[in-house]
């Protein structure tokens, strides 16, 4: 047994930070078993409280270890419908693994790594058991994590379901905004493919409050709606130059390359400036995500602007080195004061401030302060802003009686996920801000139960 996690094998970083193939390449089976006889199958498992939707850590293991690989995938599904996303990329650091007793005195033990080899074996699954149409209607508005997983649990349960979404295709963020090179689209068509063959309804290009509103979903015969429509839309930096040509939302750029293919123009129709000099603004997984982008794009300095320092930055461990290896360079205690414009007209360079930490907010991170006039300019033919986003405002649009907060974010119950509106459930993003993918299935789950115990009695 190794006494440390079995290190996960990766595509080489100087040939990856070229193509967009994932870069952990998963466990084989030995690795796999070696790495599940790490547990020590604490009586009291602390990894099981660190994970928000209580998977059945230690009992998944066991059975990993015995090689029934169809026991433990099921195990895991009794309480997650995603493992094959979720080993991929829940930040399990802060959450299962982070808990992990291993993890005191040496590594935790790879929990996410174990989900994903078996979420990873289609051949695991089983025809779900599905109960007896019921009559009932639901419409699932959005096909994130949360209405997906939403829709998944209804349709098992003998619901009628039909999701709406915006876009052509289904999986919400784990398609249009985490790339490739960390969860594979086909991974979520899996997901999506599997949820068809249930018999769950995809009507795509369907936004909601434009082509119908709730109260006309409810004429057109649906009993409940799910609102899981996430929290996509930009913020500003609010800042002289930040409409000028490349200069970027990361939402924006991250969709243009995975969903539109952009880095396949002129084969799709998708344009997108393939910057040789790129700064992305933020320190969270998006703004990883855009500058390990811009390098697979051929940036020669893909640079990532924090205005805090490497220890703050609110990114995933592993996706800070996995960039940095891959030739991202970091540039801490910075915050972006004007884009300049070149003679093109287009961004030639962005204007910062330089800062310094002081005392700490309210987070309990120290804060930045500016140091009065250190001021440099850093050439750049492409600008990435990634510092966050707020609700969608189509959750307004939808309508019904659903309250909103004063953000725009859609009220719920916490535990059963339903909203001022008795008819009208929400989950996800859209009622928590942005968060993680765990937690958006979890909402999908719990609202799930609530809507057939309210609609069945059940
Ligand atoms: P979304 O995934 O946002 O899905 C909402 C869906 O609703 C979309 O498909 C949208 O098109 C659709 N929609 C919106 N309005 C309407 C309408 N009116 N009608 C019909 N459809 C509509 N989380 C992690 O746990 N780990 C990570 O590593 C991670 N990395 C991330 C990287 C990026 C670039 C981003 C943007 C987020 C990341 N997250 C990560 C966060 C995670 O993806 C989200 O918390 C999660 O996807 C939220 O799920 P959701 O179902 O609530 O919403
Ligand atoms: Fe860990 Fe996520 Fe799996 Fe929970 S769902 S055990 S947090 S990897």
């Known amino acids: 047994m190794s006494p440390k996690k079995n290190p996960i094998p990766e595509q080489d970083p100087n040939v990856r930070n070229k193509n967009f193939e994932e870069v952990a390449l998963g466990y084989t089976v030995e690795m796999a078993v070696d790495e599940a006889n790490r547990c020590l199958n604490c009586p009291r498992p602390a990894c099981m409280s660190g994970c928000p939707v209580n998977v059945k850590i230690p009992q998944f293991i066991a059975r990993v270890r015995e090689q029934d690989f169809k026991g433990a995938y099921h195990k895991i599904l009794e309480d997650s419908s995603l493992p094959a996303i979720c080993g991929r990329v829940c930040p399990q650091e802060n959450q299962c693994e982070g808990k992990c007793i291993r993890g005191k005195k040496s590594e935790p033990v790879a929990i996410g790594q174990l989900e994903r080899f078996l979420g990873d074996r289609p051949e695991l699954a089983s025809t779900p058991k599905m109960a007896p149409k019921n009559g009932k209607k639901v419409a ?227 804060r930045p302060v500016p140091i009065e006039g250190a001021i440099e300019e850093i050439p750049c033919d492409v600008a990435i802003s990634a510092i966050g986003t707020n609700a969608n405002p189509f959750a307004k649009k939808i309508g019904g009686k659903m309250e909103l907060n004063k953000w725009g974010y859609i009220v719920a119950d916490e535990e059963t996920g339903q909203t001022t509106d008795p008819r009208i459930w929400a989950g996800g993003d859209i009622v928590t801000g942005a968060a993680t993918v765990i937690l958006a299935m979890g909402a999908g789950k719990k609202a799930a139960a609530s809507i057939t115990k309210s609609l069945l009695g059940e």
Not at 182 to 193: N, T
Not at 210 to 219: H, P, R, S, Y
Not at 242 to 256: I, S
Request: aromatic share 8%; hydrophobic share 40%.
């Open 140 to 366: 699932v508005v959005g096909s994130g994590p949360s209405g997906i997983t939403c829709a998944g649990e209804l349709a098992r349960n003998g619901f009628d379901v039909t999701v709406f979404e915006a876009f052509f295709t289904g999986g919400g963020v784990l398609v249009y905004g985490i790339p490739e090179f960390r969860l594979p689209k086909a991974v979520v068509k899996r997901e999506i493919d599997g949820l068809e063959d249930m018999g769950v309804k995809f009507e795509y290009n369907s936004v909601v409050g434009n082509m119908a509103t709730a109260e006309e979903l409810f004429e057109q015969g649906f009993d409940a709606i799910y609102v899981a429509t996430g929290a996509g839309l930009p913020k500003f930096l609010n800042v002289p130059g930040e409409n000028l040509p490349n200069v970027f939302f990361a939402n924006e750029y991250l969709t243009r390359v995975n969903l539109m293919k952009a880095n396949k123009f002129p084969e799709y129709d998708t344009p997108t400036k393939h910057g040789k000099n790129v700064v992305v603004f933020g320190g969270g997984n998006v703004a990883m995500d855009a500058v390990r982008t811009a390098k697979r794009l051929g940036a020669e300095h893909a640079i990532i602007a924090y205005r805090r320092t490497e220890d703050e930055m609110p990114c995933r461990r592993a996706e800070l080195h996995h960039a940095k290896a891959e030739g991202v360079e970091v540039l801490p205690l910075v915050s972006p004061l004007e884009f300049v414009a070149g003679e093109d007209g287009s961004v030639c360079a962005v204007k910062v401030q330089k800062m310094e930490l002081g005392e700490p907010d309210e987070s309990g991170r120290r």
